[in-house]
């Protein structure tokens, strides 16, 4: 095995075709990580910023009523992290501001991608897609005749007269060929650690998503590495063997990633936003509306208060039934929203679910969602911010109402402010990011097919080995 391992990758290395196609991977792998370097930097930069001025406004905003500040909002925005660096997954296309106010639950608003700004001019192409793309391109261009090339020259009936076992003249080759992949890979990281470091980015990225990251990487490249050598020792044939494989990148790459996703979107169809609009907007008007004194639901709040309270008058309360009335309102509002955005999110989630078990047919689909949940850029940990955000705002404003009611304001005393000084107390906003054990439990369907492909490589090469010298 070793032999063959040597003598192969010797062959290959002085192949010319091989050195420049190699030469100008890495020259990639400069230039997206210098890209991605650039973008990422821009994107932390312009998040600290942000979070930095909307706290500032937050803690000197003064004296004001609670409940007008809760309508004045806060605003939170699409934290960075060092792993995005490598795979920026969803982030150019998810909402980078997030607006939390009293009464209403918003969507993620200005994506890079919607913005067309600098950010999201080129940052589509980070390292992570040149390793799930160009890489199998690059394997394939050194493998699809590696040993039908053998065949061709007739030189396979020197190689078996010498004795060895099929399976470790195959296991030599594909042993060539990953080893190759494997250097080309480490250094294509390598150079995105130096620049990225070289560029003091600040932020260091997490070893142990590091690690799994490169290891769903090394699984991937093992995959298609032995595949192409596979492929090629079947086939017999340079031509037909290039021709196959070219057309398994072309399925795996451009065609499955688009079925899925629209056989995802035509089995669990989103609901259309007019509908999803007017249904919430029905559902919030049967519940009550703090902000109409007419509304029944208010006189029955209040009677209800007077009765608890023993009073016959508001003015005798010994809270702001104001402040009480706003959080009611909030509270049923919240349970709407609950209701109406888990279904919106149950149907975007059984989308999703195609591409995961699409996933065990395709390694690619495996690396690319793997990669994006340990680069903490993928749906689920936008979706887990977005609702570290709504928890947030249901706290911030339900602290307003309390202070508001029990703050020592009368009902009708909308003047009625804290301390100034009492805002800049509150806790900021803080996403909780999920643990790497999270997020491998959730891609764990995708960890397992990159495995069962390695195995089913190896069997395949192993069958093939056992017909290849019967001449």
């Given at each position: 095995m070793f032999f063959f391992l040597k003598i192969t990758l010797i062959q290959a290395l002085r192949q010319r075709y091989v050195q420049v196609i190699s030469l100008m991977l890495l020259l990639i792998f400069v230039l997206v990580s210098w890209n991605g370097t650039r973008v990422h930097k821009m994107r932390n930069a312009a998040y600290t910023e942000a979070t930095l001025t909307?706290?500032?406004a937050w803690s000197t905003q003064g004296a004001?009523?609670?409940h007008n500040s809760a309508h004045y909002g806060h605003i939170v925005f699409q934290p960075v992290t060092a792993m995005q660096v490598l795979d920026n997954g969803v982030q150019p296309y998810a909402g980078g501001m997030l607006?939390?106010?009293a009464h209403k639950q918003n969507e993620p608003a200005f994506s890079a991608a919607q913005q067309r700004t600098e950010l999201s001019r080129f940052g589509d192409f980070s390292l992570a897609w040149v390793l799930q793309v160009l890489m199998p391109l690059f394997i394939i261009l050194l493998g699809f005749n590696i040993v039908s090339a053998d065949f061709e020259n007739d030189t396979i009936k020197l190689i078996a007269a010498q004795g060895p076992h099929p399976f470790q003249y195959l296991l030599g080759k594909a042993l060539s060929i990953l080893l190759i992949a494997l250097i080309l890979l480490y250094a294509g990281v390598t150079i995105q650690f130096v620049i990225y470091y070289a560029a003091g980015s600040g932020?260091?990225?997490?070893?142990?998503?590091l690690v799994s990251w490169l290891g769903t990487y090394t699984l991937y490249v093992i995959v298609i590495s032995l595949l192409s050598v596979a492929l090629s020792a079947a086939l017999k044939n340079s031509t037909a063997s290039l021709s196959m494989q070219l057309a398994g990148w072309i399925l795996w790459m451009i065609i499955m990633p688009r079925v899925t996703a629209n056989l995802g979107a035509n089995m669990y169809p989103?609901?259309?936003?007019?509908?999803?609009?007017t249904t919430l907007a029905e559902d919030r008007k049967k519940g009550i509306d703090g902000h109409n004194p007419a509304d029944q639901r208010i006189k029955a709040f209040?009677?209800?208060l007077l009765t608890h309270y023993k009073v016959s008058k508001l003015d005798s309360l010994p809270v702001n039934a104001d402040g009480l009335i706003m959080q009611a309102d909030e509270n049923y509002s919240n349970l709407v929203y609950d209701n109406h955005f888990t279904r919106i999110r149950n149907t975007l989630d059984n989308q999703n679910k195609v591409s995961r078990y699409g996933a065990l047919l395709n390694p690619f689909l495996a690396a690319r969602n793997l990669s994006m949940g340990i680069a903490q850029s993928d749906y689920k940990h936008y979706l887990q911010l977005v609702y570290d955000a709504e928890q947030y705002r249901r706290y911030l404003v339900q602290t307003l109402n309390e202070?508001?009611?029990?703050?020592?304001?009368?009902?009708?005393?909308?003047?009625?402010?804290?301390?100034?000084?009492?805002?800049a107390s509150l806790p900021d906003f803080v996403y909780q990011k999920p643990t790497l054990k999270t997020t491998l439990y959730w891609y764990s369907t995708e960890w397992l097919s990159l495995c069962l492909w390695v195995c089913l490589a190896t069997a395949w090469l192993l069958w093939i080995g056992r017909n290849l010298f019967r001449f």
């Amino acid at each position: 095995m070793f032999f063959f391992l040597k003598i192969t990758l010797i062959q290959a290395l002085r192949q010319r075709y091989v050195q420049v196609i190699s030469l100008m991977l890495l020259l990639i792998f400069v230039l997206v990580s210098w890209n991605g370097t650039r973008v990422h930097k821009m994107r932390n930069a312009a998040y600290t910023e942000a979070t930095l001025t909307m706290r500032n406004a937050w803690s000197t905003q003064g004296a004001v009523n609670p409940h007008n500040s809760a309508h004045y909002g806060h605003i939170v925005f699409q934290p960075v992290t060092a792993m995005q660096v490598l795979d920026n997954g969803v982030q150019p296309y998810a909402g980078g501001m997030l607006r939390l106010e009293a009464h209403k639950q918003n969507e993620p608003a200005f994506s890079a991608a919607q913005q067309r700004t600098e950010l999201s001019r080129f940052g589509d192409f980070s390292l992570a897609w040149v390793l799930q793309v160009l890489m199998p391109l690059f394997i394939i261009l050194l493998g699809f005749n590696i040993v039908s090339a053998d065949f061709e020259n007739d030189t396979i009936k020197l190689i078996a007269a010498q004795g060895p076992h099929p399976f470790q003249y195959l296991l030599g080759k594909a042993l060539s060929i990953l080893l190759i992949a494997l250097i080309l890979l480490y250094a294509g990281v390598t150079i995105q650690f130096v620049i990225y470091y070289a560029a003091g980015s600040g932020v260091p990225m997490e070893a142990a998503h590091l690690v799994s990251w490169l290891g769903t990487y090394t699984l991937y490249v093992i995959v298609i590495s032995l595949l192409s050598v596979a492929l090629s020792a079947a086939l017999k044939n340079s031509t037909a063997s290039l021709s196959m494989q070219l057309a398994g990148w072309i399925l795996w790459m451009i065609i499955m990633p688009r079925v899925t996703a629209n056989l995802g979107a035509n089995m669990y169809p989103v609901e259309h936003r007019l509908a999803f609009n007017t249904t919430l907007a029905e559902d919030r008007k049967k519940g009550i509306d703090g902000h109409n004194p007419a509304d029944q639901r208010i006189k029955a709040f209040e009677d209800s208060l007077l009765t608890h309270y023993k009073v016959s008058k508001l003015d005798s309360l010994p809270v702001n039934a104001d402040g009480l009335i706003m959080q009611a309102d909030e509270n049923y509002s919240n349970l709407v929203y609950d209701n109406h955005f888990t279904r919106i999110r149950n149907t975007l989630d059984n989308q999703n679910k195609v591409s995961r078990y699409g996933a065990l047919l395709n390694p690619f689909l495996a690396a690319r969602n793997l990669s994006m949940g340990i680069a903490q850029s993928d749906y689920k940990h936008y979706l887990q911010l977005v609702y570290d955000a709504e928890q947030y705002r249901r706290y911030l404003v339900q602290t307003l109402n309390e202070k508001m009611a029990y703050g020592g304001s009368k009902a009708g005393e909308w003047d009625w402010a804290p301390d100034s000084t009492w805002y800049a107390s509150l806790p900021d906003f803080v996403y909780q990011k999920p643990t790497l054990k999270t997020t491998l439990y959730w891609y764990s369907t995708e960890w397992l097919s990159l495995c069962l492909w390695v195995c089913l490589a190896t069997a395949w090469l192993l069958w093939i080995g056992r017909n290849l010298f019967r001449f």
